[in-house]
């Protein structure tokens, strides 16, 4: 039988839901785990063992009456901790926040508390959602588990660390720049920025308010989409097409981003087309499709966030900027010398790579492109640190909104996860995710994990 901690979200509710496990039982072995694995990875900032104890004991109760209070009944989730938790401190893994305790759940938590979900604890970002990896903050950085010396990804890298490791089925990420797909695709799990405004972000730290979006991560397309349901209230109904295979799918592959743009890591390259391959064999129709230019697409989303985040953090870099980390504070710094002319210069762009990207879905259903274009560097480069946040496909779909997931291509020959990415239109969740689903059985990666 296969492990608690490697099992899935869905998996897990039936088994529950049906007493073949208890949640006491799945809650206990995954803090068990975490004892054991988590002091070389810092995926948690704070674990709340003993109030996630409780919260599975009532669900255990409550499953032996006939109780179940929804899809997620007794199924444990990790939280980023730039999402409030009520009762537990929101601290963006800044000092600045150390005492910021929030008195109520963000509305994505209540949603899953109110489908059952037991919250697990508060997952390591980076400081405020942008730093990176630093090492002159309150908290240790998350560490990759295929290699605890590379980057796990971020900024929701706690939760890709986690997933990867077994230490939870399901979590929450926040995404602004890429920073739910950049660890999926550097942990070789499943990330999924929803449509603008999906999900909604009250009780969310902002970044940028005009890109940031909140989603799930979790080992199985339809753990990802099930969460998704029951935070978005069924307004997707994205678990309704993972069935269906890829066999008459209309897939746009966009080359030009990893060819030609910016040309990716031979690795990546012949990953995506087995890919593309993989999924033509199963029936899907893949052509050829062409973007923008990526640096373009990257450059708007750079100066509006860039802009958006100084105006949010302007009063405490003016105040206390020592309290920040120096990647934080340098990159913030950034946004207070972007004129007013070039962020509505950018705001006026973004309504063309729009409807560029709007286009192209009058003749195809999902797009198929590059995440990352190259394979996890080492967590203390420096230099390739600053390579991998720029050299990614993933930020153009900040700027236009729409649902884009980021998965496992394969593996590299390091054994370091290589990684793909899936754009739908607006609402198109279950497109994306029904050949995620696909993907997932043609590769079989779901069931590949790092050593422990």
């Given at each position: 039988?296969?492990?608690?901690?490697?099992?899935?979200?869905?998996?897990?509710?039936?088994?529950?839901?049906?007493?073949?496990?208890?949640?006491?039982?799945?809650?206990?072995?995954?803090?068990?785990?975490?004892?054991?694995?988590?002091?070389?990875?810092?995926?948690?900032?704070?674990?709340?063992?003993?109030?996630?104890?409780?919260a599975a004991a009532l669900a255990e109760r409550e499953a032996a009456s006939g109780r179940l209070r929804g899809p997620l009944h007794g199924v444990p989730v990790g939280v980023k901790d730039i999402i409030d938790v009520a009762g537990l401190p929101t601290t963006c893994h800044s000092r600045i926040l150390l005492d910021n305790l929030a008195a109520s759940d963000a509305t994505c938590v209540a949603k899953l508390r109110g489908a059952g979900a037991i919250i697990l604890g508060k997952l390591s970002t980076h400081e405020f959602a942008l730093g990176g990896p630093a090492f002159d903050l309150p908290f240790p950085p998350a560490r990759n588990p295929w290699d605890r010396t590379r980057h796990p990804g971020g900024s929701?890298?706690?939760?890709?660390?986690?997933?990867?490791?077994?230490?939870?089925?399901?979590?929450?990420?926040?995404?602004?720049?890429?920073?739910?797909r950049n660890p999926a695709s550097c942990c070789g799990v499943l990330g999924l920025k929803p449509t603008a405004e999906l999900v909604p972000r009250a009780g969310v730290f902002p970044l940028a308010w005009s890109l940031d979006h909140i989603g799930p991560m979790a080992r199985r397309a339809a753990d990802a989409a099930l969460a998704l349901d029951v935070m978005s209230d069924g307004r997707t109904r994205a678990t309704s097409l993972l069935d269906r295979g890829a066999k008459g799918v209309r897939i746009g592959f966009v080359r030009n981003f990893h060819e030609r743009d910016m040309i990716a890591d031979p690795q990546v390259a012949a990953a995506l087309a087995a890919v593309a391959a993989g999924l033509a064999a199963e029936g899907a129709h893949i052509v050829d499709v062409t973007?923008?230019?990526?640096?373009?697409?990257?450059?708007?989303?750079?100066?509006?966030?860039?802009?958006?985040?100084?105006?949010?953090?302007?009063?405490?870099?003016?105040?206390?900027?020592?309290?920040?980390?120096?990647?934080?504070?340098?990159?913030?710094?950034?946004?207070?010398?972007?004129?007013?002319?070039?962020?509505?210069?950018?705001q006026r762009l973004r309504?063309?790579?729009?409807?560029?990207?709007?286009?192209?879905?009058?003749?195809?259903?999902?797009?198929?492109?590059?995440?990352?274009?190259?394979?996890?560097?080492?967590?203390?480069?420096?230099?390739?640190?600053?390579?991998?946040y720029s050299r990614q496909a993933r930020s153009?779909?900040?700027?236009?909104?729409h649902p884009a997931l980021a998965m496992m291509a394969g593996l590299s020959s390091d054994r370091l996860p290589l990684s793909l990415q899936l754009v739908g239109p607006y609402y198109g969740e279950a497109k994306i995710l029904r050949v995620a689903a696909a993907w997932e059985r043609i590769g079989g990666f779901a069931e590949s994990h790092p050593p422990d």
């Open positions: 039988m296969t492990p608690i901690h490697w099992r899935g979200a869905a998996e897990l509710a039936a088994q529950i839901a049906a007493r073949e496990v208890s949640p006491v039982e799945v809650v206990s072995a995954l803090l068990e785990r975490a004892d054991q694995l988590d002091p070389s990875l810092n995926v948690y900032i704070r674990r709340d063992g003993q109030a996630a104890l409780n929701s890298s706690g939760s890709g660390a986690g997933l990867a490791a077994g230490l939870f089925p399901l979590a929450l990420g926040t995404d602004t720049g890429g920073s739910i973007l923008p230019d990526l640096n373009l697409l990257a450059a708007v989303n750079r100066t509006i966030l860039n802009a958006e985040a100084w105006s949010v953090h302007a009063q405490w870099l003016r105040t206390r900027p020592g309290d920040y980390c120096e990647m934080s504070r340098r990159r913030l710094m950034v946004g207070a010398f972007i004129p007013a002319e070039d962020y509505l210069a950018a309504g063309e790579l729009i409807a560029a990207v709007n286009q192209l879905f009058t003749g195809v259903d999902v797009l198929l492109c590059a995440s990352a274009m190259d394979p996890p560097c080492k967590i203390d480069d420096e230099v390739a640190l600053g390579r991998t153009p779909f900040n700027v236009t909104g």
